[in-house]
C-alpha cells in the first residue's frame, strides 16, 4: 500500500492563484469618478501609482478574472481595458461602457468621468474590473464618448466554463481534532486544510499545516487546532493551476461557534487611561466581525458574572474596537458576541488609574482620591438592596482645577451617610464603574478609627521624609524631555532602542517621547505634525533630541540627501525624513544642531557610518559611552551621585543584556493606544 506524501515547499509554488477581483474599481490614468447601475454599485475610481504597460489607442481589450465580493461566492467576470487617442478626446468629458450578458440578457453600465479637464491632453488609459458574467456565456461590451464624438468600439468575449475540481469526501473526528479526507479510485489528489479569508484560503498555523498528496482509493487524517466556522478542506490536482474544490462544513456547526472559536482569537489591548479610551484589536483566524459592548465584573475573578452596560457599542474598523469617555479599570471589559456566543475581554494591565480610601473625620466621611489623570469624582449614599447598591441623592462631586497636575482630590460626607455603604465613581466620562466602599463607623470602633488615623498621618509623614531623600538633585533627567528618533533597521535593533527608552524613563526618571509609545497621537494627527510639535515642545523645555544612528540611518540620510537635491517632495508619513530636514535647517541657522545629541550602538554601526555633516554634533558609542551621553542629556558632566551611579550602572548592564539577546521581540511601551 503506498502511504500519502507529505510535498515540500518546492511543490507548494506550483500551487499558487490568481490574484483575485475584491471590489469593483476603476483604474485610470486621470483623476476620475465613477457612476454606474445597481448591478456595478459602489464601484469606485483612483489613480494607480505603478500602472501596467499601456494599450495603443484606439483599443477595447477584455480578459476573464475572477470575482470575489465579501461574503459572497467568487465567480468567473470580465475584465476591461481601453485606450482613446487624445486626437479624439476635444470637448470629451467621459466615456461610457455599456454591457451585455447575451445568454440572460442581463445588462449592465458604467460612465467614467474626467475631474479637471487638462490642455494638451494624453491619450486615456482605463480598466474596470470587472463585470461578473456566468461560465459559459457571451458578453458583449460597447464603448462611446460623452458627449458623443462618433467614436465607438465594441468586442465580445466568450466566458469559458470551470473545470470541475476533484471529487473526495471527508468525515470529523471532534474527539481527536481531526478530519479524515476519503480520496476515490483514479489520480491523486492534494488535499490540505485552510482558513478561508475574504480572498483565499489560508493555510493553517504551524504544526497544523499539511499539504498530502493522497493516491486514488486511499486517505488520510488531517489534524486542526481549533474548530471555527472558516475551517475549510480544499483538494487539487497536483499540476499547475488545477481546479480545486473546496468545502468549508462547519460554517452552519454551531460546536464551531463554541469556546473554541474564542480560544483562536488573540486580543491585543491598547486601552489607556490617560485617553479615557477602551481599544483592543483583533487577530483572527477567521474574518470575523463580532460585535462589542461594555460590561463590568464585581470581582477580579474569571468566573463572576460580567454585567452588561447598556448603549456601550464599541466602534470597529477592521476588527480595531475603540470606545471613547471610558474609566479604563481592570473588570471594566469588553463583551464580544458573534453568533450564538460570546466571550469576555478584560483590559490586560492591572493597574488602575484612581484609587481611593475612606476615613472618619469627627462627623465626616472623608473620601481620599488619587488620580493619576486630571478627572472629576462623585460619591453617595447607597443602601444594599436584593444583592446590589444603588446610588441615593443627593451626589457629592469633586473636580480637579483646571489645567492642574494629577494628584490627590478630598471629598466629605456629611454624618446622615454614616452606617451605609458609598459608591464612588468617575464623573466626567460616559462609562464608569462604580468602587463600593462600606467602612465601619459603628461607636465601638470610632477609638480604633482615631488611632489609625493617628498611625495613617505619622505614616505619610514618614514617606514624605523618605521621598525627599530619594529626590534626584537639581538638573537631573527627570526634569528634562528627550525626544528619541530612529531609524527601524531590524528587530533587534528595534529592540535595543525600546529598551533604551524604558530605561530612561523608569530607570532614571526621563521624560521620553517615543513614536511607539504614542502611536495614537501620531495616528490621530499624523506623523510629521507629531514630529515638529515633539520638536517644538522639547526645545521650549530645554531638552535634547537623540538621535540613534544605524546602518539603515545612513542609508535613509542618502536617500534624503537625494530627494533634497533632486527637489522630490517628502512622504508624508517619513517621520525620519522630517527629522533630517529639521537637523539640517536648525544647523544651517545657527551653524550647529543646538539640542541634538548622536548615538549608535557598535554593533549595528561605527563612526564611519555617521555622514560628515553630522559630525559636528556631540556623538557617543553605546554602550561604552553611556555615562558620557546620560551627562549630555542631563545638561551637565556625568558627575553623579552615588546612588545615581548604581542607577547608571545598572542601566549598563541592562542594556549590555539586552543586546546579548538577539531575536528577543521588542519590550512593550507603557503606554499604547491605536488609531488607525
Request: proline share 9%; hydrophobic share 40%.
Amino acid at each position: 500500500m503506498r502511504r500519502p506524501v507529505v510535498l515540500g515547499a518546492a511543490l507548494l509554488l506550483l500551487l499558487g492563484t490568481g490574484m483575485a477581483v475584491t471590489r469593483f474599481r476603476v483604474s485610470a490614468n486621470f483623476e476620475c469618478r465613477a457612476t454606474a447601475d445597481r448591478t456595478l454599485s459602489r464601484t469606485r475610481c483612483h489613480r494607480p501609482a505603478r500602472p501596467g504597460p499601456p494599450l495603443p489607442p484606439p483599443a477595447l481589450s477584455l480578459t476573464r478574472a475572477r470575482l470575489c465580493l465579501p461574503a459572497q461566492p467568487c465567480q468567473p467576470c470580465v475584465r476591461v481595458r481601453l485606450a482613446l487617442p487624445a486626437a479624439e478626446l476635444g470637448g470629451v468629458r467621459g466615456l461610457q461602457l455599456n454591457f451585455l450578458e447575451l445568454g440572460s440578457n442581463r445588462a449592465s453600465w458604467l460612465q467614467v468621468w474626467r475631474r479637471h479637464q487638462a490642455p494638451g491632453s494624453k491619450p486615456w488609459q482605463v480598466q474596470f474590473d470587472c463585470f461578473p458574467a456566468e461560465s459559459g456565456q457571451q458578453v458583449l461590451v460597447s464603448l462611446h464618448t460623452i458627449p458623443d464624438r462618433g467614436l465607438a468600439i465594441s468586442r465580445s468575449h466568450l466566458v469559458a466554463a470551470e473545470l470541475p475540481g476533484p471529487a473526495f469526501t471527508h468525515t470529523w473526528v471532534p474527539e481527536l481534532h481531526t478530519i479524515k479526507v476519503w480520496v476515490p479510485e483514479g489520480p491523486a489528489v492534494m488535499v490540505r486544510l485552510c482558513h478561508q479569508l475574504a480572498l483565499e484560503c489560508e493555510e493553517l498555523p504551524q504544526p497544523f499545516h499539511q499539504q498530502v498528496l493522497v493516491p486514488g482509493g486511499h486517505h488520510v487524517s488531517l489534524r486542526y487546532e481549533f474548530l471555527v466556522p472558516c475551517l475549510c478542506i480544499e483538494a487539487s490536482y497536483p499540476h499547475h493551476d488545477s481546479p480545486r474544490s473546496k468545502r468549508c462544513p462547519f460554517r452552519d456547526q454551531p460546536a464551531a461557534y463554541g469556546p473554541e472559536l474564542w480560544s483562536s482569537v488573540r486580543f491585543h489591548d491598547y486601552s489607556t487611561s490617560s485617553k479615557d479610551q477602551m481599544a483592543m484589536v483583533l487577530s483572527t483566524s477567521c474574518p470575523l466581525h463580532p460585535q462589542a459592548t461594555l460590561c463590568w465584573r464585581e470581582m477580579a475573578a474569571e468566573v463572576s458574572t460580567c454585567h452588561d452596560i447598556p448603549n456601550s457599542t464599541a466602534s470597529e474598523e477592521e476588527q480595531a474596537y475603540t470606545l471613547d469617555e471610558v474609566d479604563v479599570h481592570p473588570q471594566l471589559c469588553f463583551r464580544f458576541s458573534y453568533g450564538n456566543s460570546s466571550h469576555v475581554e478584560c483590559p490586560h494591565r492591572t493597574e488602575t488609574a484612581w484609587n481611593v480610601s475612606v476615613s472618619v473625620r469627627g462627623l465626616q466621611l472623608h473620601l481620599r482620591l488619587t488620580s493619576s489623570v486630571p478627572a472629576a469624582f462623585s460619591a453617595a449614599l447607597c443602601q444594599h438592596q436584593g444583592g446590589q447598591c444603588q446610588p441615593e441623592a443627593p451626589f457629592y462631586t469633586v473636580t480637579g482645577a483646571e489645567g492642574s497636575a494629577p494628584g490627590e482630590l478630598a471629598l466629605l460626607l456629611p454624618v446622615q451617610v454614616l452606617g451605609s455603604c458609598v459608591l464612588v465613581w468617575r464623573s466626567d466620562v460616559r462609562f464608569a464603574r462604580k468602587q463600593l466602599l462600606c467602612p465601619d463607623v459603628s461607636r465601638r470602633h470610632f477609638g480604633l478609627l482615631g488611632l489609625a488615623l493617628a498611625v495613617g498621618l505619622l505614616m505619610i509623614v514618614l514617606l514624605l521624609n523618605c521621598r525627599s531623600t530619594w529626590r534626584p538633585a537639581d538638573g537631573a533627567l527627570g526634569g528634562r524631555p528627550v525626544l528619541l528618533l530612529y531609524s527601524p533597521d531590524s528587530e533587534e535593533h528595534l529592540g535595543l532602542v525600546c529598551t533604551l527608552a524604558e530605561q530612561l524613563r523608569a530607570g532614571l526618571g526621563c521624560d521620553v517621547h517615543l513614536d511607539l509609545w504614542e502611536a495614537g497621537s501620531v495616528g490621530q494627527v499624523g506623523a510629521l505634525p507629531w514630529l515638529y510639535a515633539q520638536r517644538g515642545h522639547v526645545g521650549r523645555q530645554r531638552g535634547t533630541v537623540l538621535l540613534l544612528w544605524s546602518q539603515g540611518s545612513a542609508q535613509l540620510f542618502h536617500q534624503w540627501q537625494v530627494g533634497v537635491v533632486s527637489r522630490i517632495p517628502g512622504d508624508a508619513h517619513d517621520v525620519f525624513g522630517a527629522a533630517m530636514a529639521c537637523l539640517h535647517g536648525e544647523m544651517g541657522a545657527v551653524g550647529h544642531g543646538s539640542g541634538w545629541v548622536l548615538a549608535y550602538f557598535s554593533r549595528f554601526c561605527s563612526s564611519r557610518d555617521v555622514p560628515r555633516l553630522l559630525r559636528p554634533l556631540p556623538t557617543y558609542r553605546l554602550p561604552r559611552q553611556l555615562p558620557g551621553l546620560l551627562g549630555a542629556l542631563r545638561g551637565s558632566p556625568p558627575a553623579l551621585r552615588c546612588c545615581r551611579r548604581g542607577r547608571v550602572g545598572g542601566l549598563l548592564h541592562q542594556l549590555l543584556e539586552a543586546g546579548a539577546k538577539e531575536g528577543r521581540p521588542p519590550p512593550q511601551p507603557p503606554e499604547v493606544a491605536t488609531g488607525t
